[in-house]
Nanobody, 121 residues
Framework: QVQLVESGGGLVQPGGSLRLSCAASGSIFSIDTMGWYRQAPGKERELVSRITSGGTTNYADSVKGRFTISRDNAKNTVYLQMNSLEPEDTAVYYC???????????????WGQGTQVTVSS
């Protein structure tokens, strides 16, 4: 089995910063894309950012220039540095990883349990 454990959420004032972390553990041979999604109350889950094993990144237009995704392949960990936070960024943030459990196996999609980010004065 594979587990994704997120940390780093919390309450922050507008303009502030937070850093989210997500560590994958368990039966892992390799991880392809890792990413962060978010879901605000009453809205659908949306992609925030993702990063390939080679370091290629993409971002939602709403966070470009404010958020930075990175990963440590040796630690199976992905990070999301969030700066200049806005009230509209308030949501539950979910980590996602495409994990290959054996050599040559197909990637399986795994999700973390979510971490709350609240931006409010």
């Amino acid at each position: 089995q594979v587990q994704l454990v997120e940390s780093g959420g919390g309450l922050v004032q507008p303009g502030g910063s937070l850093r989210l972390s997500c560590a994958a553990s368990g039966s892992i041979f390799s991880i392809d894309t890792m990413g962060w999604y978010r879901q605000a109350p009453g809205k659908e889950r949306e992609l925030v950012s993702r990063i390939t094993s080679g370091g290629t990144t993409n971002y939602a237009d709403s966070v470009k220039g404010r958020f930075t995704i990175s990963r440590d392949n040796a630690k199976n960990t992905v990070y999301l540095q969030m700066n200049s936070l806005e009230p509209e960024d308030t949501a539950v943030y979910y980590c996602n990883a495409a994990v290959r459990r054996i050599l040559g196996g197909s990637p399986w999609n795994y999700w973390g349990q979510g971490t709350q980010v609240t931006v409010s004065s």
